[in-house]
Every structure is written in C-alpha cells, then in structure tokens.
C-alpha cells in the first residue's frame, strides 16, 4: 500500500530482495483486489506494531478474503519530520500523517502543540506535500520518503518508543508451500457455552506448543459475539501441533489455517535502503 517512500515498500523490498516488480496501491482493500484479480502474485499489508497493536484492518482482510499467509518481515520504524526546502522548526504550524504516525509519536507532538492532520499513507502525504511546495507544514515519514521526494529533514528518529517495529505479511491466494516453517496462524470460532474457549487452547498447552499470540475480533453478522486469531510456533506435520489442533476441530464452531510460513529473521529487520 502506498507510494515509493513508503514502510510497507521498505518491507517488501527487505522481504523479496529487490527481485520483483512492485506495485503501490491506495488502500488495503486496493492491494487485495489486485491479488484476487490476479494482477499480481504477492501482497504485503502492515499487520501489527510493537508500539500500538494490530492493525485490524488487515487481520479482517485475510478472514473475510480466505487469503493465506506465506511469509512475513519485521520492520524498524523510524520516524522524521520532513518538509519542503527552506522550511525550519519554527515555521512549522502543521504536521500530517497517517494515524499510525501521528500516534507512534505522540510524546513529540505534544511537545510542540501543531495542529495535526491524517492522511492515507506516510509517504503518499509526502509526496503531496512535495509536489504542492507547501510551506509550513511538516510530515512525519520515513527517511526514504525524505530522499526520494526532494523534502529537507527538520528532525530524525522521533517516534515515541525507540525499538518501534512493525509485522508485515505477506500473502497470497494460494497455499504455497514454504520450506522449513516454523509459525501458524490460525482463526477460529468457539462454541457458545462455558469454558469452551479454555477447552479449545488447552491441546497447545497439553502438547507443548508455544502460542504467540492471541487475540480476539467481533464478528460482524453476530453482535457480541467474537472469532479469535492465533500465531503459534512450528510446523503443521509436527504430531504435537496435530494433537493440539484436534482440540480445536472438536471445541470449536469452525476454524482455518491462515498459514505455515517462516518466521521472520532477524536479517529482515535491517531496514533496506535504495
């Protein structure tokens, strides 16, 4: 999603090495449909932040879509205050960027009192920005979004929380096969009656898997009413992850694999610069 500049292209060039040809769409819904339009073969979405949590946009996306997870990379995040040629701390009176950006750097923002604005993408509103020359507004992207539209950085790494990452995923319509994988993502629905959603987790507890993460989503036909996504080490022909999968099959309304991919390496999380 987005313009060159920006994170998420920063993560898919980490991710494919510069071997593909990639494509900037306007929005999650955009990328998506160019997958299952098949005008292209991958596509990559933010998924979670270190500093602020999922992005549940994507999390509803793969769900509803029925896409499979293949892979995914871990992006550092550092945000800069850029601006047009000329333009200083002190003339600034706004700064624009995506929620995320703005929230990540909240303790700096507050110092300063601007008046903020969103926008749909970090580097899409630098490019904006740019292109219209304007004077006293300032955005908070990436340092390539910087560089590549010509924009002067005022200030560097401003982000709230200096370990600041986020998850991407990669995606696809078909199960790919990945070699060597080590985590899985799940969804599922549990039945409506006591200690069902205990019964339904207690097989990884039981069978030694560790479970990463777990979180919940409502289901959007049925208020009040929750289906739960689940990442989990290891690999779907290991018997301990069979085992404990039996215990959803049988305390659960219905669930699905997401994915067994690779977890993502530490080389992933150097950002790529080009």
Request: one cysteine or more.
């Amino acid at each position: 999603m987005g313009v060159p500049g920006s994170y998420t292209e920063e993560a898919a060039l980490g991710y494919f090495e510069n071997k593909v040809k990639l494509i900037g769409c306007p929005g999650f819904h955009d990328v998506v449909d160019r997958l299952l339009s098949k005008n292209a073969r991958y596509a990559i979405l933010p998924v979670e932040n270190s500093s602020t949590g999922s992005i549940h946009q994507t999390l509803d996306l793969i769900r509803q879509k029925n896409l499979t997870i293949v892979g995914e990379v871990v992006q550092k995040i550092e945000h800069y205050l850029i601006a047009v040629k000329g333009t200083n701390l002190s003339s600034v009176k706004k700064v624009i960027s995506h929620p995320q950006g703005l929230e990540q750097c909240g303790d700096y923002l507050r110092k300063w009192g601007w008046e903020l604005a969103t926008g749909v993408n970090t580097a899409v509103v630098a490019q904006e920005v740019a292109q219209k020359n304007e004077r006293g507004v300032a955005v908070i992207a990436s340092k390539r979004a910087a560089e590549f539209y010509g924009l002067e950085i005022l200030d560097e790494k401003i982000q709230d929380n200096n370990h600041n990452s986020t998850r991407f995923v990669v995606l696809s319509e078909s199960d790919d096969l990945v070699v060597d994988a080590d985590k899985i993502s799940l969804v599922f629905i549990v039945k409506n009656a006591p200690g069902s959603l205990f019964a339904a987790i207690e097989g990884f507890a039981t069978n030694k898997v560790n479970l990463i993460k777990l979180e919940s989503r409502p289901i959007w036909d049925e208020p009040w009413h929750y289906f739960f996504f689940m990442d989990l080490e290891g690999n779907v022909h290991d018997e301990n992850i069979k085992k404990a999968i039996e215990y959803l099959k049988i305390h659960c309304k219905s669930y699905r694999l997401l994915g067994n991919y690779k977890k993502a390496s530490f080389k992933q999380e150097v950002i790529h610069e080009s």
